[in-house]
């Protein structure tokens, strides 16, 4: 995140000034301060009031700003009158020599769409003499430029004349912007033929090899066309399709501080101005039209909400935390089952543990069947490592559930020759499936609700059996050795493991709405699947 | 998208004030606007002037933006002064009735964090007397309520009592933020045994059956608890871990904004402040220091950049040319291969395009297993339907190339006997491992090259065919039906329902930056798994 500072008027009704400069700077995932020039009463129809704030006041705003944080580039907007422009520029100068000023863009904001003047006649000078000079960048708009070099400006040629005549001012660049005219492809063309050095940037027009793309899609009509001339000589010439929308309030205000935000990230000029005309671009393209006049653009365009809140120290797990509490009820049943607290009591019948035991016994076979299959879904060795460690942990458990069975007299082929139970081909294949269906993650999130449901039975009865009166004990308890096996540390060093595992998925690869949604599905089958599992161990009894 | 308006100060550090309220509309996807009732030269170690606005200008702003645009919540912070707040509440009955008023939170800011005064002292009873009796909820800090109730606040059960005594100056709701005095469980527990009628929101700490979460993580030892009064006797208590952090310059404003933000959306009173809080409290957990003092929250941990530009009518296909875009060279030596300009031209040997044909029998197979598996990976009929339809194009293109191969004496047995090149194992056993490895959309992606190119080839020795001087021509060249089955309505209609059906995914399930770039490589690596497939087939003349 990097800080950037607007010198700039307040738009009551939010779509320009401070007001969009801070919105892109938010957009953009930079941290916006502002030094506020004047307050505006307006709305999208025009403006109703303008409060100039004391050239003094001005002043204080930047030093408190600068004498505090590290700003990384720097926009000025309507800078209203001569003083607050004098000003601006003493205090920046106060703060920065020419080697230590951040990328400055100035936005010379002389008149609104509105037609509403908003800079004082006799502040040009103080923003052509003093300020200029110390700017990386100019974007002033068609009539901007036309009052700065007393002409008028008719066709792009004029525009690209007017372009290197104001990089004369100081400047280091000017981007002469030309939402106010429009073009035709054949225009635009013919300057490019003039100006053979000039680069060409034909934004969202159809480039070749895309015949495809165009099909359904006539060339537009009218472009709209911005000029880039900087010092040294390079000019760029951006070409885009204009938008017939009344959508435009702030236009100018959002493309110099998305400049100014590419500026602060470090890119080059040419490259600030291009993607910055891009997302304003896209900013008239998407909005939807509030209010009765020139609405605002849609600044969130680039942005979309994180379905699952970010990793803290005091939540380390908040992805499984999201998923457990989306089926609480559900996931009480599972961990909280009957069959489960019979267990810890000593009181679950034997014939219900070995049914349990020997179906446990097919499950596992899906369930490292399913690890193989991650395994050989995986396109990195630590993951391949991962998937098949835990199924060497899955045929120790066999080991162990062979060990149990012949305490209980049953033989190895015995467990192998017991039919399935459909809840067991149930959860079994359900696994096997979404592995056919989905990529890693999602076999992964299938695997999650038997590794941390087992986790917690263990930690939960191994914690009951050491509080009297809950009637769970470990002492003397037949199954005793089942549940320190998934207390103890393998097991829960495992479930700490599959945690981190699924976290860091969710952290590096954060799903859209549709995929948290998908990711949740599943797991709430499996939990409901695990459920299943522990009511058809108890049903032999019946 | 809901409109809020903010009537508060301006925060030149960027932290707090309006600065805070719109970043976090923003951060929320609403639409912020403002009315400025007070300037401050600020940072992140203290206020260092402050400017008031006139009340008649503070009236101004409002009124612009209530004249012009429908608001679905109101916020207001710093008032400064007894008249600014009077104008604010004699502006909102102008435009409201008791019955149209909008969902309204006042923060009643009165000092600073830094201790500095931002509310004048006789201004007390007019937020009191005039403001709260219209608002929704109140949000007061400890020392906000002391102030407001003349009395000290030292326990958890004075915040109670304070909470329900605020009530009855008017507000619907009470907010008693306690993040100025910490707490433990057992002071919670206590509370929660005092009140059994209160709901008590653990935010953020572990509740039952989550003992796996909270393994490596002891429970902190100091909390904050804030207090919710509702009019009608509802009250909620919600308790959160207390953060040592210095980034809490802001909390309050930030806080009234995203409550204020939650009502817009239609939240109830309480699902807004657990909601608003949890933000909150994400925003200090996640924030980064800057400055020398208290430092903002981050108010965008909720919000990520989106990797594709928005749909629009001058840009339908944005995934598909960022695909095209990010391997252009690439894909330009695919689709304008030697091979593909020398069969325009009908100048390329019968014997590479007879090894071509055979070559692309056998790819041919791949191409129709792999939207099999693409089927047998769909969850949904219309998914499998598309997936089988195009295998049933493949099975008609197969009887082209058979009809070919007859036409140059080649047998339908010699075409299945024909050994595979390596080109063509390598492509289609590639699209078959990502079928293995990946979900529907990273096959799809993986089948767009084949899809698209061939359709682009068409279209352009189609169009290059009717230029003069190009040296393609359809006339007399042995290779037109091939060309013009490519050009044709069926196959392009395929290409454009495959453009279609990839872009919607794009916006379903807009990935990751991780995803994307998984996406991407598949893609350049199918565009040059075409292009060797070309060289292959040229390769044969050697």
Known sequence: MRNILTIAGSDSGGGAGIQADLRTFAALKNYGTSAVTALTAQNTVGVQGVHGVPAEFVGQQIDSVLDDLEIH????????????????????????????????????????????????????????????????????????AELLLSRAIHSLEDMFRAASDLLLRGPRAVLLKGGHMTATLVDVDALAR????????????????????????????????????????????????????????????????????????????????????????????????????????NHLHSVSQMGIPPRT????????????????????????????????????????????????????????????LLAAKSAAFPLIASATQTIMHVLREITTHRAFCA????????????????????????????????????????????????????????????????????EGNPYRRWIEDYAGPEYQAAVRAGLETIEARAVADPPSPARLAEWRAVWDRCTRLEKAFWDMALDVEG
Request: glycine fraction near 8%.
């Open 407 to 474: 305490e209980f007299g049953i033989s190895e082929d015995e467990l192998e020759r017991t039919e399935e139970a459909s809840a067991t081909t149930a959860y079994g294949c359900y696994l096997m499936d979404i592995g056919i269906q989905g990529d890693t993650t999602k076999l992964l999130m299938a695997l999650l609700a038997c590794l941390l449901g087992y986790g917690e039975v263990g930690l939960w009865l191994k914690r009951a059996a050491t509080r009297a009166g809950s009637g769970i004990a470990l």
């Open 194 to 297: 003039t100006h053979p050095d000039a680069c060409v940037v034909r934004e969202a027009l159809y480039d070749d090899n895309m015949e495809i793309l165009a099909i359904n899609r006539p060339q537009p009509e009218t472009l709209v066309v911005d000029v880039l001339c900087e010092a040294g000589g390079r000019t760029t010439v951006l070409v885009r399709p204009h938008i017939d929308s009344s959508s435009t309030h702030g236009t100018g205000c959002t493309l110099s501080a998305a400049i100014a935000s590419a500026l602060a990230d470090g890119a080059t000029v040419s490259d600030a101005v291009i993607s910055a005309t891009a997302y304003t671009h896209l900013g008239i393209a998407t909005a939807v039209k509030i209010g009765a006049g020139h609405g605002p653009l």
């Open 73 to 144: 580039a720097i926009k000025t907007g309507m800078l209203f009158d001569a003083e607050n422009t004098r000003v601006t520029v003493r205090a920046l100068k106060r703060h920065y020599s020419d080697r230590t000023m951040p990328p400055l863009v100035c936005d010379p904001v002389c008149v609104s769409t509105s037609g509403h003047t908003l800079l004082a006649p006799d502040a040009l000078q103080a923003l052509t003499e003093d300020l200029f000079p110390l700017t990386t960048l100019i974007t002033p708009n068609k009539s901007e």
């Open 313 to 372: 120290p005091g939540n380390p797990y908040p992805f499984t935390r999201l998923l457990i509490n989306g089926s609480a009820t559900l996931w009480k049943e599972y961990v909280e089952h009957d069959f489960v607290r019979r267990l810890g009591q000593g009181t679950l019948p034997q014939a219900s543990f070995i049914h349990f035991i020997k179906q446990d016994y097919h499950y596992l076979k899906y369930y490292a069947r399913a690890y193989s």
